[in-house]
Structures are given as structure tokens and as C-alpha cells.
């Protein structure tokens, strides 16, 4: 058997390959839509890709398993578990197989049999690997998609926080106790295979190591560790990470069929004298580093530098409208690359960003300024503080004078924050609080200032930092 590893850490993503090397044929799990990288490997290591298993409808990324039935003919092998709102509509053009719990299909010598493992979504399942040419009679391993993760497990919330179908949480949640059951009395010996890792915003507290077992979950992973189904419940309810609205988006996407992209390349490059207007008129997205462009650039214009794209973009980008760019040099296509994962299919052109920077356009600033520079005027009320971190941060610890605006959200906020002085807007290094200045500074407000480092050099300074921890939701005696 030949089992391959594949991760896109812009989207803390993992996917797979397993192939059965008797037959040459090998299956893809969870792909992403940048079908080349599973193609090469399959061409390298002699192998044809048959089919694509994918363990629900994802919400954070861009399915691949269209892309391949289109460019190859894989066969599509979906889950047909859960209510009707949340059945793969377009499969019915490919050559596809219904999956039910308890179903097996197989590729080769290598045989899969489905788990329903609901709560994540209500369609998840989970896939029992048994690699039958090797001889076993007892499987392997757990692809668990979004259902258990290294050291944490999979947010039941999803439904109701991106896409909007209220009262869904709490029945998810019972539904994932219940999940959990039967994860519970799989072998410890089985390895854990998950679609996602440290990063991601499908559960809490991920791990950062690519697989785990059954039997170390049983014992580590705290979600696995509650007797009592309601203190479950109120655990997996608490501290999830925001929820970006384009995950709602890209569950329309992949459940209806993404875009076939193809060998679609890069947008058109735009002459930089439609610049000025451009920025008027559309969203402009300047993906150079933070520090470059509080330098000088584009008024108008918003940065989010492409490591960060994942993170930030699915909050501001409106799919339904032209999306344009300011780029250079191999981040154009880096950036494009993380955007199509996204579902961002609107980008319908560029600005050079070597050009923009030579052409005088670029005539905005703002400053970095260290905690000692300013921590005396925030305390005097002579500049205003924002904290841009998550709620779940803010409530770990946070500057007394700070005002809490989280960065996904500040775009619809950012209008009601006081410009009749400086603002300082900061995070936890720095990162997040860079393109908050470039929001602000494209929403009018313009005096804004970047706190470099953070609150983590704010508090290494001997800064004064308040705690409004609520009490932890833990597993009691239950446990």
C-alpha cells in the first residue's frame, strides 16, 4: 500500500493518496482544488488516480474532487447521510457512488468501509482503511476528516454560525457525543488520519502533528474525555474560533459544484493608469508584506499580505463582485493560488507591484511604534487603543484602555471608531493589527499607528495587562 501526505499549511489543510501498488491504482482523500500536486506524485510513484472520497461537504476550502472527474474521469465517492438539505447536488454527472453507513467500496486490494460520524455536519463520515492485499484482516486506520482531530475534535457550530441555520449547534454537538461513542470503541491500534491541523478554524486547540492514533486520542484528547453528554455539549460550545463569513460560501460551492478552473492562469495584468480608479470603484487587495506597505502605498487600497490571506480575506472579499489586486514577482501567483482555494474566483485583474511602487500612486502611510513610544499617551486618553484580536484572546487578557474590535469585523465597525485622535491598532505581534491600519486608513480614518509587537511586547515592557476570563468549561467529576 502507498499512502501519501498532502498539506496546505495557508489553509491548514491535509489531504491524501492511497494507492494499492499490486493494481496501480489509487484513490485521493479530502483533495483541494489544485489537482497538479496529487497528478505528479501519482505520475512519480507510477500510479493512476481513480477516484476521489471526500469525508462531507467542506466549508473551508475548495473541494479538488470536481477538478478531477473533469480532467480524469475519477470516480466520486460522496456521503448520501444527513437531510436533504445536505446532499451533493452535482455528482449526478459523474460517475459516482452514494455512501451510507456501513457501505464498502475499494480501490484495488485496498478496501474502505464508512462511518457516519455526524455533528461536525450532519452528512460526515469517516473512512476504516484495510489494506487487503498486504494480507490483513483488521484495518489500519481512520480517515476522520473534520470529525476528530490530533488533540481536539471537530466544531458542531458551523451551521449555525456561517451559514446561518439557527438551533443547529447544540443538536450537532449531541450528535458528535454520540459520534464520539463509536470512535471510542474503534481499536486503539488504528491510526488517525484528519483533513486538518493547527490553524485551522474547523475546532479548537488542533494539534500541529499530522496523525495520532485511536488509543492516544481515547487518552489525551480532551473532547474525548466526557462521561456526561451536557457538559460535552457546553465544552464544544466554548471558545471556537470565529467563524469567517466565506464559510458559507464555500459550502454553497461544494455542495452545488465548484467552477472547473482548469488551466486557467493568471488574471490580466491592468495598465497602472486605471489604478486611481480602480480603487474607487472595486475592492483593491495590495498582498505585499505588512511593513512594505505601511511604507507607502495606494490610498484606498486594503493589504493583506498573501501568507495571511487565508486567515483574513473570506471576512471582506464579496464573491459576488470584481476583485483586483496589487502584486509582485512570484506573490501574484502564490496569492492566486490561495484565493481559487478560497473559492475567490472574481479576480479579474492585477496592478505590477514593482510598477505601483515606481508610479508615485503609493502616497499613504502609517507608522509602527513600540509600547514605550506610546503607553503614556494611552494613558492619558491621548490616543486610542484597539485591540483587533479575538474575543477568546481578548477575554484571556487585554490593555485596560483598549477598545475590543475583532479584525474579521472591523470592515462594518471601523466607521463608529473616534479618528479625533491617533489610533493605535494592535494584536497579538502585530500581524493582524498591519491590516487593520490599511482598513482604517481605506475607510477615511487616517492618523493610525501599528503597535509593534503587540501585546506580547506591551506585557514583556511591564505594561499593565486585565483579565476577564470566564470560568473553563471543564469535564468535572464525570470525567
Known amino acids: 500500500m502507498l499512502l501519501k501526505y498532502f498539506y496546505d499549511k495557508s489553509l491548514a489543510h491535509a489531504s491524501y493518496m492511497v494507492g494499492c501498488q499490486k493494481t496501480g491504482e489509487a484513490i485521493l482523500i479530502d483533495p483541494d482544488r489544485n489537482i497538479d500536486q496529487y497528478l505528479d506524485v501519482a505520475e512519480r510513484e507510477g500510479m493512476t488516480i481513480v477516484g476521489s472520497a471526500e469525508t462531507h461537504i467542506h466549508a473551508d476550502y475548495v473541494s479538488g474532487s470536481r477538478e478531477l472527474a473533469e480532467a480524469i474521469g475519477a470516480k466520486l465517492y460522496v456521503s448520501d447521510e444527513g437531510p436533504a438539505d445536505w446532499k451533493y447536488t452535482f455528482v449526478?454527472?459523474?460517475?459516482?457512488?452514494?455512501?451510507?453507513?456501513?457501505?464498502?467500496?475499494?480501490?484495488?486490494?485496498?478496501?474502505?468501509?464508512?462511518?457516519?460520524?455526524?455533528?461536525?455536519?450532519?452528512?460526515?463520515?469517516?473512512?476504516?482503511?484495510?489494506?487487503?492485499?498486504?494480507?490483513?484482516?483488521?484495518?489500519?486506520?481512520?480517515?476522520?476528516?473534520?470529525?476528530?482531530?490530533?488533540?481536539?475534535?471537530?466544531?458542531?457550530?458551523?451551521?449555525?454560525?456561517?451559514?446561518?441555520?439557527?438551533?443547529?449547534?447544540?443538536?450537532?454537538?449531541?450528535?458528535?457525543?454520540?459520534?464520539?461513542?463509536?470512535?471510542?470503541?474503534?481499536?486503539?491500534?488504528?491510526?488517525?488520519?484528519?483533513?486538518?491541523?493547527?490553524?485551522?478554524?474547523?475546532?479548537?486547540?488542533?494539534?500541529?502533528?499530522?496523525?495520532?492514533?485511536?488509543?492516544?486520542?481515547?487518552?489525551?484528547?480532551?473532547?474525548?474525555?466526557?462521561?456526561s453528554e451536557d457538559e460535552f455539549v457546553a465544552y464544544v460550545l466554548s471558545d471556537q474560533p470565529e467563524a469567517p463569513p466565506y464559510f458559507a460560501v464555500m459550502k454553497h460551492v461544494n455542495k452545488h459544484g465548484p467552477k472547473v478552473i482548469g488551466d486557467e492562469g493568471l488574471p490580466k495584468k491592468i495598465d497602472i493608469a486605471k489604478l486611481t480608479a480602480t480603487v474607487e470603484d472595486h475592492m483593491v487587495i495590495d498582498v505585499g508584506a505588512s511593513k512594505s506597505f505601511a511604507r507607502n502605498h495606494v490610498p484606498?487600497?486594503?493589504?493583506?499580505?498573501?501568507k495571511y490571506i487565508a486567515r483574513d480575506a473570506g471576512w471582506y472579499v464579496d464573491y459576488s463582485k470584481p476583485l483586483y489586486l496589487i502584486a509582485g514577482g512570484a506573490e501574484l501567483a502564490d496569492a492566486i493560488h490561495?484565493?481559487?482555494?478560497?473559492?475567490?474566483?472574481?479576480?479579474?485583474?492585477?496592478?505590477?507591484?514593482?510598477?505601483?511602487?515606481?508610479?508615485?500612486?503609493?502616497?499613504?502611510?502609517?507608522?509602527?511604534?513600540?509600547?514605550?513610544?506610546?503607553?503614556?499617551?494611552?494613558?492619558?486618553?491621548?490616543?486610542?487603543?484597539?485591540?483587533?484580536?479575538?474575543?477568546?484572546?481578548?477575554?484571556?487578557?487585554?490593555?485596560?484602555?483598549?477598545?475590543?474590535?475583532?479584525?474579521?469585523?472591523?470592515?462594518?465597525?471601523?466607521?463608529?471608531?473616534d479618528d479625533s485622535k491617533p489610533v493605535v491598532f494592535h494584536?497579538?505581534?502585530?500581524?493582524?493589527?498591519?491590516?487593520?491600519?490599511?482598513?482604517?486608513?481605506?475607510?477615511?480614518?487616517?492618523?493610525?499607528?501599528?503597535?509593534?509587537?503587540?501585546?506580547?511586547?506591551?506585557?514583556?515592557?511591564?505594561?499593565?495587562?486585565?483579565?476577564?476570563?470566564?470560568?473553563?468549561?471543564?469535564?468535572?467529576?464525570?470525567?
Open 300 to 306: 484606498g487600497a486594503l493589504n493583506i499580505p498573501t
Open 92 to 227: 449526478d454527472g459523474y460517475d459516482h457512488q452514494l455512501l451510507k453507513d456501513g457501505n464498502e467500496f475499494a480501490v484495488g486490494n485496498i478496501k474502505f468501509k464508512v462511518m457516519h460520524t455526524p455533528g461536525h455536519t450532519p452528512e460526515s463520515i469517516s473512512f476504516i482503511l484495510t489494506d487487503t492485499g498486504g494480507g490483513a484482516d483488521r484495518p489500519m486506520g481512520i480517515f476522520t476528516g473534520d470529525f476528530v482531530f490530533v488533540g481536539s475534535i471537530g466544531r458542531p457550530d458551523l451551521l449555525e454560525e456561517a451559514a446561518g441555520q439557527a438551533g443547529t449547534a447544540e443538536p450537532g454537538a449531541r450528535d458528535l457525543f454520540a459520534s464520539i461513542k463509536r470512535f471510542n470503541e474503534l481499536p486503539d491500534f488504528l491510526q488517525v488520519w484528519p483533513s486538518h491541523g493547527a490553524g485551522s478554524a474547523c475546532g479548537k486547540g488542533l494539534g500541529a502533528i499530522p496523525s495520532s492514533t485511536v488509543g492516544y486520542e481515547k487518552l489525551f484528547n480532551e473532547a474525548l474525555q466526557f462521561k
Open 338 to 417: 490561495v484565493f481559487r482555494e478560497m473559492g475567490v474566483d472574481n479576480i479579474v485583474g492585477y496592478f505590477d507591484g514593482d510598477e505601483v511602487a515606481k508610479s508615485g500612486l503609493a502616497t499613504e502611510a502609517y507608522e509602527y511604534k513600540t509600547p514605550e513610544e506610546v503607553a503614556g499617551a494611552i494613558e492619558r486618553g491621548d490616543m486610542l487603543l484597539v485591540d483587533v484580536r479575538r474575543q477568546a484572546e481578548w477575554n484571556e487578557g487585554h490593555i485596560p484602555q483598549a477598545d475590543h474590535r475583532f479584525l474579521g469585523k472591523i470592515l462594518d465597525s471601523v466607521k463608529e471608531i
Open 427 to 479: 494584536c497579538r505581534s502585530g500581524a493582524r493589527s498591519a491590516v487593520a491600519c490599511g482598513i482604517a486608513q481605506a475607510s477615511g480614518i487616517k492618523n493610525v499607528i501599528n503597535l509593534d509587537g503587540g501585546i506580547v511586547r506591551w506585557e514583556k515592557e511591564g505594561n499593565p495587562v486585565v483579565s476577564e476570563q470566564p470560568q473553563s468549561v471543564g469535564c468535572g467529576e464525570s470525567c
